[in-house]
């Protein structure tokens, strides 16, 4: 069961992930399906989907070895590495997008190895809110309307989640283009379209890939004062990054290589 009373919203203990077999690609067309919806029962075979159940044939690349980590609540962390170290394999299991090989997860203090996709589903847009260097906003839905997507799972009447999703608009400074479309709307704006439908749900922790990596710099800036200001109010954030910039506004740094942690240390600037 939940615990709302425990002291760290993730840990990672002796997590191991391991690819049977090249697979297509984790992010694509289908990520926003995978992220506001449950998976569909034939989910196993499809894109992005893993097949490393253990006992499945021996062989495979282990691509996340021996993680053990946690992250307490409120933290903001930066997850650095090179092209290839896990860093998204890393974010896609905090997200409940995929499961580990070994391993086990408590994520606000429960165990979601024994979770079914539904309660799955369910976790992942309650507590967590996820943000992508490419948006993934759904194309033809308004930004008011791609802010509620995960309004669904809330359980709240939808006049209050219609007011909530106009109120983090007007926070990510996007009153006047509510009714935009994505394509009518500059990458800035869209990321903070993303950023609010994000927070919809009052998330416990927000799991950001490249966030900044189609923005330029003066643009990434804004971003990460956003990030700072949903930190600065008590949500975790793990953020993916390149950026050195961008990962000193951190207070925590994690290095990857090879799949495993190299470093974690408190970050220079915090
Ligand atoms: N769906 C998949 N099927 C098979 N192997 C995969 C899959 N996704 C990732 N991998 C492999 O896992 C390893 C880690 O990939 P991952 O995407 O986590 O790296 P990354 O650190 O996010 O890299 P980048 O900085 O380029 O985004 C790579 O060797 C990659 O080839
Ligand atoms: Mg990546």
New binding site residues.
């Given amino acids: 069961m939940t615990s709302p009373a425990a002291a760290n919203v993730v840990e990672l203990t002796g997590i191991r ?1 391991v ?1 049977r ?6 992010e694509g067309p289908g990520m926003l399906a995978r992220l506001f919806s449950r998976p569909p029962p034939a989910a196993a075979g499809a894109p ?1 989907a ?1 097949r490393d159940e253990p006992g499945a044939d021996a062989g495979g ?1 282990e ?1 996340l070895s021996d993680i053990t980590l946690s992250i307490a609540h409120g933290e903001f962390v930066a997850l650095q ?12 299991l905090l997200g409940l997008l995929d499961r580990p090989t070994a391993g086990t997860y408590r994520l606000l203090g429960r165990d979601v190895s024994g979770l079914t996709d539904d309660e799955l589903s369910h976790l992942r847009n309650t507590a967590l809110g996820f943000v992508f260097q490419s948006f993934y906003l759904v194309p033809y839905a308004t930004a008011l309307e791609n802010v509620l997507l995960p309004g669904m799972y809330s359980g709240r009447p939808q006049a209050e989640l219609r007011a909530s999703a106009l109120d983090l608009l007007s926070r990510v400074g996007l009153s006047d283009r509510v009714h935009f479309k994505p394509s009518n709307l500059s990458g800035g704006q869209q990321q903070r379209v993303a950023m609010a439908r994000a927070l919809l749900n009052g998330p416990a922790l927000i799991l950001a ?2 966030p900044t990596g189609q923005l330029d710099s003066a643009t990434s800036q804004e971003i990460m004062r956003l990030f700072a200001e949903v930190n600065a109010e008590g949500c975790a954030i793990v953020l ?1 990054t ?1 950026d050195e910039h961008v990962a000193a506004q951190a207070g925590r740094i994690i290095r ?1 290589a090879d ?1 495993r942690i190299t470093s974690d240390s408190l970050s220079p600037a915090s």
Avoid: M
Avoid at 21 to 26: D, I
Avoid at 81 to 92: D, E, F, I, Q
């Fill in positions: 992930k690819f077999q090249v697979l297509a690609p984790q992005g893993s690349v691509v590495g090179t092209s290839g170290s896990g860093k998204s394999t890393l974010l896609h890939d490249e993916v390149h990857l799949g």
